[in-house]
């Protein structure tokens, strides 16, 4: 397949054009590499050949990134020593980047280089973007809608083809550090600003050849081949690039708090590298980039974030003899947060929307919602008033259910009873089309029995949004046990379209997220109850990845709903229920008029402003702290299992159709520490056999909440992994 392409035209410029067939964004493959490699050769070795411009054959982009597979080809191809694999595939990527760069210029005068210039009709992102630093100007179209950078570290990687050192080099370790360590993205006016790439035109590839054309020999040397160069901010043995060095040390550390691997390799990478020639910087950004991506936890991040989430997006999981189902006309019953938030995001996608509730009023404050978030993004220069208009005229606010009729979707999103879902449902369906699918937004509610109140229960789907629905990546899609394939489909599709992550999972009560961030947050709570200091409970959270510890986020979440759940969940389960010893804590909360950041007051305290100041010591005095407290280990074993053993008995039970939306939904739905990979790949990565051990362990000291799995059981004695025993699934992404 052929990737690359050259051709020289009358005035001696090489044209190397990037295009991979039937991809929509260029990405670098394996084969990607070699081409270019001769093409260069080629262009260097041709007498004919002036310069070069380097450019893609794609509309509005150049590069997407690297082809992961591409890793996972070095690892193969090294057989028993993937480590000394993965460096030397690196280092051929530092070779051939190093050749451009150098241009064929005589190394000790620095002359007789050719000059190559690199155009980016618009995103260049990852090895799309190293590859252009290793040219002599980048020259990018005025398109606002790009996005240049290096977002590698988002998962669990970071640049390693050469950006890491080159852009410290160009820009300083201060101003590089938002681009390195967060992936930051910005438009190819910013990114000249901030100083990425070099110009920006209306016609770029005219601008390149006329600069290749009368480029000078010293235009080609690099700042770091010149005599004298110094670091932009000081090397690290600079009184200021010391200090600079010193704040990021730290500030790494208190974003990852240490367990993300990418972060603290690719800040050693830096450091090391800036104390040593250029070359010399190269190989040992070659060596942390390997040491990163043998670490389990990278691996595990990549398949997860990247992999599988990009092939749930892709319909992975779709019934693919279903015809499209993309929506044309969205009908959303209840303008609450939730509602309103569901009208928002579909009405950004494009989709016409009727936003229903019981009065004119309720309906035009849930219209209102997308007006306010308009309003902050113009304040933000992010969109424009003119956009604002657009987006709400695809709105319609009424109490009028007759407005449903042409709605191709309906997203019920009204009060969690199931008489007053029943009621509604039955309503609709008198009003909208025969064809029509039907969701309910439910976070607790089964499906099933929800869909007992439809005429239609082939067309009964949950469709299960987190809030706020604008900032939250994933949706939860639940079949109920009528739910027909058109209707996953017709939801699968509508997720697409609004461009979120999917799941697919059958009916159960709390479905899956809910069903495992619960225990999460009432193991926290029993921490509490125990004596356990509540400091303890929450920053061994967040010590071991997860964004918010149990008691924030049951903050977060409202108090009042926890108690609610509670009490539903009791009444469902009888002497079953296990929770009794939680609700002691949330029930005496709630009396006390403590109901979480909505009230000001929770297991956190709170300013007259709303903000929060640190936990509540009147906890103390209701559960005193206990002399002896826990290991952080213990601590954070009890909330990654409790969260982790319910994703297995999910997928044991049928709830979980596929391991991937297991891992990839728990990381977007609820945050479980995305280092991992999530709770199935957190599993994998201590081993079947220890992670039975200690459920034993646990169940032992707190009881059978923790008892071990069948599965896990039987895959602990078979010394099987979930991605080795679930592998057609894994190896389908």
């Known amino acids: 397949m052929t990737e690359f392409t050259s051709q020289t035209d009358s005035d001696g410029i090489a044209t190397i054009t990037w295009d991979v067939p039937g991809k929509s964004m260029n990405v670098m493959s394996y084969e990607g590499l070699a081409q270019i490699d001769t093409l260069i050769d080629e262009a260097l070795a041709d007498e004919a050949v002036k310069g070069i411009v380097l450019t893609s054959g794609k509309a509005g982009s150049f590069a997407g990134g690297m082809d992961l597979n591409l890793i996972a080809k070095m690892k193969a191809d090294a057989g028993e020593t993937p480590a000394k694999g993965l460096f030397e595939g690196v280092m051929d990527?530092?070779?051939?980047?190093?050749?451009?760069?150098?241009?064929?210029?005589?190394?000790?005068?620095?002359?007789?280089?050719?000059?190559?210039?690199?155009?980016?009709?618009?995103?260049?992102?990852?090895?799309?973007?190293?590859?252009?630093?290793?040219?002599?100007?980048?020259?990018?179209?005025?398109?606002?809608?790009?996005?240049?950078?290096?977002?590698?570290i988002m998962v669990g990687i970071f640049p390693g083809a050469g950006?890491?050192?080159?852009?410290?080099?160009?820009?300083?370790?201060?101003?590089?550090?938002?681009?390195l360590l967060e992936g930051k993205l910005v438009d190819p006016v910013k990114a000249k600003g901030?100083?990425?790439?070099?110009?920006?035109?209306?016609?770029?590839?005219?601008?390149?050849?006329?600069?290749?054309?009368?480029?000078?020999?010293?235009?080609?040397?690099?700042?770091?081949?010149?005599?004298?160069?110094k670091m932009p901010g000081g090397a690290p043995y600079h009184p200021a690039g010391f200090m600079t060095f010193v704040g990021a040390s730290a500030m790494v550390n208190g974003k990852t708090q240490g367990v993300?691997?990418?972060?603290?390799?690719?800040?050693?990478?830096?450091?090391?590298?800036?104390?040593?020639?250029?070359?010399?910087?190269?190989?040992?950004?070659?060596?942390?980039?390997?040491?990163?991506?043998?670490n389990p936890s990278s691996e595990a991040m990549i398949r997860s974030l990247f992999i599988n989430k990009e092939a749930l997006e892709k319909g992975a999981v779709r019934p693919q003899e279903v015809a499209d189902q993309r929506v044309k006309k969205l009908g959303v019953l209840g303008a609450g947060m939730m509602g309103a938030g569901i009208a928002l995001v579909s009405a950004q996608a494009g989709i016409?929307?009727?936003?229903?509730?019981?009065?004119?009023?309720?309906?035009?404050?849930?219209k209102d919602y997308t007006a306010k978030f308009a309003d902050k993004g113009i304040q933000r220069k992010k969109t424009t008033p003119e956009k604002k208009e657009q987006l709400l005229s695809l709105i319609t606010a009424t109490s009028d259910l007759d407005a449903l009729k042409g709605c191709d979707l309906i997203i019920e999103a009204v009060f969690e009873d199931p008489k007053v879902k029943a009621e509604m449902t039955q309503r609709v369906e008198a009003v909208i089309p025969e064809d029509c699918i039907f969701a309910s937004n439910t976070s607790t509610l089964p499906i099933t029995e929800l869909a007992k109140a439809s005429s239609r229960p082939e067309q009964f789907i949950g469709i299960h949004f987190f809030s706020p629905v604008e900032k939250m990546l994933l949706v939860e899609i639940i079949k109920g046990k009528g739910t027909g394939d058109r209707a996953v489909a017709k939801a699968l599709d509508y997720v697409r379209q609004i461009r979120k992550t999917p799941i697919v999972v059958n009916d159960a009560r709390f479905f899956y997220a809910n069903r495992c961030i619960i225990p999460y947050i009432n193991e926290g709570i029993r921490m509490v109850a125990e004596g356990v200091e509540p400091a303890l409970v929450e920053n061994a959270a967040r010590l071991v990845g997860m964004p918010l510890g149990p008691l924030q986020l049951v903050d977060e979440t409202s108090i009042d709903l926890g108690a609610k759940i509670a009490r539903a969940t009791k009444a469902a389960m009888g002497d079953a229920y296990p929770d009794a010893a939680v609700d002691d804590v949330i029930f005496w909360m709630e009396g006390e008029g403590r109901l979480g950041r909505k009230s000001s007051a929770g297991f956190y305290a709170y300013d007259e402003k709303g903000k929060r100041q640190g936990l509540w010591e009147g906890l103390a005095a209701q559960y005193p702290v206990a002399d002896d407290q826990p290991e952080l280990t213990d601590v954070q074993h009890r909330l990654l299992f409790a969260q982790s053993l319910e994703a297995v008995r999910a997928l044991e039970e049928g709830v979980l159709m596929d391991i991937r939306e297991g891992d990839v939904g728990a990381i977007l739905g609820w945050g479980f520490a995305p280092w991992s990979g999530g709770p199935l790949s957190w599993l994998d990565m201590i081993g079947a056999p220890y992670a039975a051990e200690r459920c034993d362990q646990l169940t032992d000291a707190f009881g059978d909440r923790f008892a071990c799995p069948k599965l896990l059981r039987e895959m602990a004695a078979k010394g099987q992994s979930f991605y080795g025993r679930f592998s057609k699934t894994a190896k389908a992404a």
């Open 194 to 229: 901030a100083g990425l790439i070099d110009e920006v035109s209306d016609d770029p590839t005219a601008d390149a050849r006329a600069w290749v054309l009368s480029a000078k020999d010293a235009d080609l040397v690099k700042p770091w081949d010149a005599k004298g160069y």
């Open 260 to 294: 993300y691997p990418a972060a603290k390799a690719l800040l050693s990478a830096v450091y090391e590298g800036a104390l040593v020639p250029f070359d010399t910087a190269l190989k040992i950004e070659a060596r942390w980039f390997t040491s990163v991506l043998m």
């Open 352 to 366: 016409e929307v009727v936003l229903i509730d019981q009065t004119q009023e309720a309906a035009d404050r849930g």
């Open 93 to 152: 990527m530092h070779r051939l980047l190093r050749k451009i760069e150098l241009a064929g210029m005589d190394p000790k005068t620095q002359k007789g280089g050719k000059p190559i210039a690199c155009v980016l009709p618009g995103t260049a992102l990852g090895i799309g973007l190293e590859l252009p630093l290793s040219c002599h100007r980048i020259f990018a179209a005025n398109n606002p809608r790009a996005k240049i950078g290096l977002p590698e």
């Open 163 to 179: 950006g890491t050192t080159r852009l410290v080099r160009k820009m300083g370790a201060m101003a590089a550090s938002p681009f």
